[in-house]
C-alpha cells in the first residue's frame, strides 16, 4: 500500500498529523490574574489587548514545551492506514469522540468503540485495539483513518506551577518588549520556567 506521509519502521507506523477542530473558549491564566500579577490597575484599560496578546503567547511557549493543551479542546488526528497503536500525541485526553476510516469499498465507517480502548492514564494518551477488537485495513488513500478527541481541563485544574510558569513569561514580555514578536511562538522560555513546567512536562516514549 502507498505511504502517503510518513515510513513504517519494524512496523509501527508514528507520524499521524493533528489538525485543531474546535479551540478553547478561555485561557489558563485570565486577564485580571494577569494585570494584578504585573500590577496594573484594574481600571487601567489601554494595555488589555497587549496583556491578552501576551497570554496566547505564554500558552502557546507553555504547551510547546510541555506537549499539553491546557484547557478545554478538540482535535483530529489523521493516518493513512491503522497504525498497531495510536499515539495522541497531546494530554491530556479527556475522551474519544469517534473513531472514522473508509474501508476496501472507500465508504467512510464509524469503528465501533467495542474495537479499542483508551489508555488515559499515560501521557498523552493512547488508543489500542481492545482484547477482542481489530483495527480494520483501509482504502488506500491519504487520511484514511481520522481520531476525533478532546483533550485539556478547566483553567481551575491547571496546576498552580503552570499559571505562575504563564505569568512570568507575561512579565518578561510586558517589561521587555523588543524581546517578543506578537503572533509568534518564542523559542527560548527563561530557566526558572523551565524548571517549574519540567515536571509537567510529557516526554515522547
Known amino acids: 500500500m502507498l505511504n502517503y506521509n510518513y515510513y513504517s519502521i519494524d512496523g509501527y507506523v508514528n507520524y499521524g498529523k493533528l489538525v485543531l477542530k474546535t479551540a478553547p473558549t478561555g485561557t489558563a491564566v485570565s486577564l485580571a490574574e494577569a494585570k494584578q500579577h504585573l500590577r496594573v490597575d484594574s481600571d487601567f484599560d489601554d494595555d488589555n489587548d497587549y496583556i491578552t496578546a501576551l497570554i496566547g503567547v505564554a ?25 498497531p497503536y495510536i499515539d495522541l500525541q497531546i494530554g ?8 472514522k476510516y473508509y474501508d476496501n469499498n472507500n465508504v467512510l465507517q464509524t469503528l465501533a468503540s ?3 480502548d483508551l489508555d488515559d492514564k499515560i501521557k498523552p494518551g493512547r488508543i489500542y485495539e481492545s482484547n477482542n477488537g481489530t483495527f480494520p485495513d483501509t482504502y488506500e488513500r491519504p487520511n484514511a483513518v481520522e481520531i476525533e478527541f478532546v483533550v485539556g481541563r478547566t483553567a481551575s485544574e491547571v496546576e498552580d506551577a ?15 518588549r523588543q524581546d517578543v514578536v506578537l503572533g509568534t511562538i ?20
Do not use: C, W
Open 114 to 116: 467495542s474495537n479499542y
Open 59 to 83: 500558552t502557546n511557549q507553555v504547551e510547546q514545551f510541555t506537549r499539553r493543551r491546557l484547557m478545554s479542546q478538540t482535535y483530529n488526528l489523521y493516518f493513512d492506514v491503522f497504525p
Open 162 to 176: 503552570i499559571k505562575q510558569a504563564m505569568l512570568i513569561i507575561v512579565g518578561r514580555y510586558y517589561e521587555q
Open 92 to 99: 491530556i485526553v479527556q475522551s474519544v469522540t469517534h473513531v
Open 186 to 205: 518564542a523559542s527560548e522560555l527563561p530557566l526558572m520556567v523551565e524548571y517549574m513546567l519540567t515536571p509537567y512536562r510529557f516526554l515522547e516514549l
